[in-house]
């Protein structure tokens, strides 16, 4: 059996070393250590920070279930803390399940880089084809909002459905009925909590509600992207059977689509979902909020505050697709962009395939997440910045041969690296698959910088032995500094370039 990694070093050989402690703050204190020529990864695993087994021998199943029977590793020794669902098994998906938890709901197409195993499947083909997800007999766009527009009509697997063109914010509560189809003329927000607060709440507030099987495609091409506003809230209620689909398509100047709706292969031709909540992040005023970088060009809109229990809605059973457009230079919107969202925001079965930047990006919060794939992102999958604080379990990362970076990339605050709240979530059954990604990349599965004080639990980082892939560096990296509170838990490390990346970053 390999045995975890925990020797941790004494007291008296740090002294005899001569070794000095660096500030960190974390809860009654902080301190990190770093003993001459030692990486602060390699330092990790000395102070039983970091415990791993090797992976070498584990299998990936067709469902992404991971069987550690062949590397001889036991069960997870520690304790999942409050708040996550039991699951005594490695990685995101319970080995001995049928099926994975992902099947039947989600997209695949072979020509998708990094696609999830399996024959192309469109989730809405045969309910649209059975008449279950039925058009509507007329456009009634007006009824369902008095500026909602008529985008002409579309045909998708033989259906023709009514399209609603959205050029104006939404600022009344709204419901897309899943018998229409909705195109987003621009980057469209739900609510008026855009602009500086100064500690206030928004003049008024709306309510986005999304209907099981609803189709929303932004015009492609442009800065569009859907935009939930502080104070207010989306219910996207997507179900196994008729999940949502967010995504792009070409439509003519008049907002009618000339594209086709089923292809969601396409890459960072719109901009993406974004939630912009009320709780705190560490970059913010005294008030806690800030700009974002999600704005698109020529516009200003705020985010953050005091309430880490702010609300956003429910994000459930939503694929979005094609993201990641480029607004600025070296700007995109991730599939998913957080900024300082609450707890009290629901985010499970959400798909992300295609972004041309990251799958999700927190800045700031505590809104967690429950059962996510990341399909082929360019950049980072789970990218985690500013103070964020939630809770993340089952989540599978599938890197491209050709897209991304790291599978997790977590930072604290770049100007000051004990800035409250920290970067501190906790991460349970995260799978990640390697590939070589981008060319222009040195792929990883995990880098923590800048003062990250996360915990990970019964996650595993692997190459992507299914497929033929494997990262190019290795497994995990930390940079910049060392807090007491980051840990791995029962982590398996499977990769080609080793479990720890060789680098010499032990900066104090």
């Known amino acids: ?42 330092q990790a695993v000395e102070n039983g920070q970091v415990k791993y087994s090797d992976g070498a021998g584990l299998t990936i199943q067709p469902t992404l279930a991971i069987d550690v029977s062949g590397a001889s590793i036991g069960a997870p020794s520690e304790a999942l803390p409050s708040g996550f669902a039991p699951a005594d098994y490695y990685g995101a998906v319970d080995p001995a399940a049928a099926t994975g938890w992902w099947d039947g709901w989600t997209y695949i197409n072979s020509t998708v880089d990094g696609t999830l195993p399996g024959a192309d499947f469109h989730p809405l083909q045969a309910e649209i084809m059975d008449g279950t997800l039925a058009p509507a007999g007329a456009n009634g766009c007006a009824t369902l909002n008095a500026d909602f527009t008529d985008g002409g009509t579309v045909t998708i697997f033989g259906a023709s459905f009514p399209v609603c063109v959205i050029s104006m914010d939404i600022t009344a509560d709204t419901t897309l009925s899943n018998d229409h189809v909705y195109v987003l003329d621009g980057t469209i927000s739900v609510g008026v909590g855009m602009a500086q607060l100064s500690g206030g709440s928004p003049a008024s507030s709306a309510t986005l509600t999304i209907d099981e099987g609803v189709q929303m495609f932004a015009a492609e091409g442009q800065a569009s992207s859907l935009v939930i506003t502080r104070g207010s809230q989306i219910a996207a209620n997507g179900t196994r059977d008729l999940p949502i689909i967010l995504s792009a398509v070409a439509v003519d100047g008049a907002g009618s689509i000339t594209g086709d709706p089923t292809d969601l ?23 806690g909020e800030l700009t974002t970088e999600a704005a698109p060009p020529d516009a200003e809109r705020w985010f953050g ?24 230079p070296d700007e995109e919107v991730q599939g998913l962009t957080l900024e300082a969202v609450g707890s009290g925001t629901t985010i499970d079965y959400l798909q992300i395939v295609g972004s041309e930047d990251d799958c999700v990006e927190w800045f700031g919060g505590s809104a967690g997440i429950t059962h996510l794939i990341c399909n082929g ?14 809770n993340v379990q089952f989540v599978i990362v599938r890197m491209g041969s050709d897209n991304g970076d790291r599978g997790i990339e977590s930072d604290g605050n770049g100007s000051n690296f004990d800035a409250m ?3 501190a979530p906790k991460l349970a059954n995260i799978t990640i698959l390697g590939n070589p990604g981008r060319a222009d990349g040195n792929t990883s599965a995990i880098l923590h910088r800048e003062g990250f004080r996360g915990k990970t639990y ?24 060392l807090p007491t509170a980051l840990a791995h838990y029962d982590s398996v490390f499977n990769c080609t370039g080793g479990p720890l990346i060789d680098d010499d970053d032990a900066e104090m």
């Open 1 to 42: 059996m390999h045995q975890l990694k925990h020797l941790t070093l004494t007291t008296l050989l740090l002294a005899s070393l001569g070794i000095v402690a660096c500030s960190g703050d974390d809860d009654g204190g902080d301190d990190t250590v770093t003993p001459p020529g030692m990486s602060l990864q390699q």
């Open 265 to 287: 292969t396409d890459r960072g031709v719109w901009g993406g979902l974004v939630l912009s909540g009320m709780a705190r992040e560490n970059s913010g005023d005294t008030n």
């Open 305 to 328: 505050g005091m309430n880490d229990s702010d609300n956003s809605g429910t994000v459930r059973y939503v694929i979005i697709a094609e993201s990641g457009y480029e607004f600025r």
């Open 377 to 390: 992102v360019d950049d980072d999958a789970l990218d985690m910045d500013e103070g964020f604080s939630g």
């Open 421 to 423: 709240p920290f970067t």
């Open 458 to 481: 019964r996650s595993v980082f692997t190459d992507d032995t299914l497929k033929g892939g494997a990262f190019e560096s290795g497994c995990l990296d930390i940079d910049n500094v």
